[in-house]
């Protein structure tokens, strides 16, 4: 992407006069106001482990469903869209660094909940191959695979990057590659 339409992509994904993202952060977020609480505290609300991880995974599928409404996936120019999505799911992804497979195993109502996210992700990235900012013939379970594993290892193994500069870096190599022009 052009240094313009990264300008462009930044400033399209905020509140207006500031650089706040408009999801609100989780309780759990560093920086949060929320009181800091023990492990315990959070252990004693909840009848067993299962149901603990139950409302964990819930968390995370809500603020995943706030970051694709925000990204705006179906309305906003599809590298706008790209950027907001990557820059807000980062986040997400620290805040909730949960393996969700077993739990949706065993939880068809969250499954079916993460299947239509997944959906929406999806007809975003035929909406991007349909515009040209994909090549043809990709098939869309790799492109798919490819962005996931992009924003899992900027959130996981690069957690020092900011989100903002994280989101430029995958979109880019999203978008381009990594290889020469």
């Known amino acids: 992407m052009r240094r313009a339409d990264l300008q462009q992509v930044r400033a399209a994904g905020r509140h207006p006069g500031t ?24 252990h004693r609300r909840f009848a067993t482990r299962e149901a603990l991880l139950g409302a964990v995974f819930q968390a995370k599928l809500d ?47 969250a499954n079916s909940r993460r299947q239509e996210l997944s959906a929406r992700l999806d007809a975003f990235l035929r909406r991007a191959v349909d515009e040209g900012f994909l090549r043809p013939g990709v098939p869309l379970h790799w492109a798919r695979a490819v962005l996931d594993q992009l924003v899992d290892s900027v959130a996981h193994q690069f957690p020092e990057v900011e989100p903002l500069q994280a989101a430029d870096l995958v979109v880019d190599t999203f978008l381009t590659g990594v290889g020469a022009p």
């Open 19 to 42: 650089t706040e993202p408009r999801c609100r952060p989780s309780p759990t977020r560093p920086g949060s106001t929320a009181p800091p609480h023990h492990r315990t505290t959070a």
């Open 63 to 109: 603020a995943s469903e706030c970051v694709l409404d925000e990204a705006r996936l179906a309305e906003a120019p599809v590298a706008v869209a790209l950027h907001r999505y990557v820059e807000r799911i980062i986040p997400v992804s620290r805040d909730w660094p949960v393996d969700t497979r077993r739990m949706m195993r065993e939880n068809p109502d």
